[in-house]
T-cell receptor
Framework: AQSVSQHNHHVILSEAASLELGCNYSYGGTVNLFWYVQYPGQHLQLLLKYFSGDPLVKGIKGFEAEFIKSKFSFNLRKPSVQWSDTAEYFCAGHKAAGNKLTFGGGTRVLVKP | GAVVSQHPSRVICKSGTSVKIECRSLDFQATTMFWYRQFPKQSLMLMATSNEGSKATYEQGVEKDKFLINHASLTLSTLTVTSAHPEDSSFYIC?????????????FGPGTRLTVL
């Protein structure tokens, strides 16, 4: 079955620390991958997406993600987090020919001021 | 960016009643919309795919007679929870697919919190 998995359920870190959230997928073939963020009390917002081309994708708010095909991974990174990055982060993906997104379990990130 | 709205944001109803939730794409046309359910502290679970002008496609285990979906226009999909029961209480989220120029990205609404008493 096609799936997306996120390694960390909860991450706590201090401001200015670096963040990396793991995401792995199990699709074969060409995939489209996404990271969404859900701030407290708000709806899901798209951070970044990968369809093809440069495997290092830059998104909004200083986030980036790297697609590593050999590792079936699409990890999210931010070099220096802020308190406002406290949120839940979801990795999601679908096969290029399909449209149904499969979500990872989410990672709750708490940034201490 | 693309904006998707949902209405209402919260609804409380009595057991046995029906509740309609609207999902609108405000600045783009969406031939495909999706309905998800999110349980507390859990990820999103896809319930169904809503296709404009045709029947919705339901995921395994989702009762199509209980969760009625209508996608009457390119900017509006509705989910009706019929004969709601307390176990239907949940956070319902819709998304609209924007696939112009190869973007093929889902944009999400703010969600509707349903509480069935």
């Amino acid at each position: 079955a096609q799936s997306v998995s996120q390694h960390n359920h909860h991450v706590i870190l201090s401001e200015a620390a670096s963040l990396e959230l793991g995401c792995n997928y199990s699709y074969g073939g060409t995939v489209n991958l996404f990271w969404y963020v859900q701030y407290p009390g708000q709806h899901l917002q798209l951070l970044l997406k990968y369809f093809s081309g440069d495997p290092l994708v830059k998104g909004i708010k200083g986030f980036e993600a790297e697609f590593i095909k050999s590792k079936f991974s699409f990890n999210l990174r931010k070099p220096s987090v802020q308190w406002s990055d406290t949120a839940e982060y979801f990795c999601a993906g679908h096969k290029a020919a399909g449209n149904k997104l499969t979500f990872g379990g989410g990672t709750r990130v708490l940034v201490k001021p | 960016g693309a904006v998707v709205s949902q209405h209402p944001s919260r609804v409380i109803c009595k057991s046995g009643t029906s509740v309609k939730i609207e999902c609108r794409s405000l600045d783009f046309q969406a031939t495909t919309m999706f309905w998800y359910r999110q349980f507390p502290k859990q990820s999103l679970m896809l319930m169904a795919t809503s296709n404009e002008g045709s029947k919705a496609t339901y995921e395994q285990g989702v009762e199509k007679d209980k969760f009625l979906i209508n996608h009457a226009s390119l900017t509006l999909s509705t989910l009706t929870v019929t004969s709601a029961h307390p176990e239907d209480s949940s956070f319902y989220i819709c998304s609209a697919r924007d696939w112009l120029a190869g973007t093929d990205t889902q944009y999400f609404g703010p969600g509707t919190r349903l509480t069935v008493l």
